[in-house]
């Protein structure tokens, strides 16, 4: 069986966490040996069905992503409590600090607030961009698109950032922000790092 996998994270010490293009793989990290895995579409396969991004929010809830739908894991249970239909080509998935769900998406940003999605594309045209990453640091959501380079949401203040203002390319692809408080951003054309002064 061909496998590939998305990205994963530490649930807890020991305790790994993985999304493939067949589910949510829970390895002990220990043992090296699979503990539990989570077919999210019974046994549906194809890029459609791909989980291709797993977190934890800050109430310890599993939540992942396939093109169409975000889902809930009980973590405890290791089983699926809830399948939220995405209406967009989803991409990338991120906790903001009320604790709602951020998705990206082809058409734009979603927000799930109390299991509800919420399309910040009709608040703010900012919000109607392609979205590929979004992480959060330090107070702040950074997001990453395609086409329209790097904005960095402070409160109610948005700071859009373009080859204009240095980056490389306004096609991006990935974050990471490292314990400096540096953003790191993957482009079609190169990196950028991008320090954060707070």
Not at 139 to 162: C, K, M, N, P, W
Request: proline share 3%.
């Amino acid at each position: 069986r061909h496998m590939y996998y998305w990205n994963c994270f530490l649930y807890k010490p020991g305790e790994l966490w993985v999304s493939a293009n067949n589910g949510i793989e829970i390895i002990n990290t220990s043992t090296g040996k699979l503990e539990k895995f989570i077919d999210l579409f019974k046994g549906e396969r194809g890029p459609e069905y791909d989980s291709r991004v797993v977190i934890a929010d800050s109430k310890k809830q599993v939540w992942t992503l396939n093109l169409s739908q975000l889902i809930k894991i009980d973590p405890l249970k290791r089983t699926i409590s809830k399948y939220i239909p995405i209406p967009a080509r989803a991409q990338t998935i991120c906790e903001d600090y009320n604790g709602n769900i951020l998705v990206g998406t082809i058409n734009g940003m979603y927000s799930l607030i109390h299991d509800s999605l919420h399309y910040l594309g009709d608040k703010n045209n900012i919000f109607k961009n392609r979205f590929v990453d979004i992480k959060k640091s330090n107070g702040l959501i950074v997001a990453a698109s395609r086409g329209a380079g790097l904005f960095i949401i402070d409160g109610d203040e948005i700071h859009q950032y373009t080859t204009n203002d240095g980056l490389r390319s306004n096609m991006c692809r990935a974050i990471y922000i490292d314990t400096e408080n540096t953003i790191w951003l993957a482009t079609n054309n190169g990196m950028n790092s991008i320090k954060i002064d707070r």
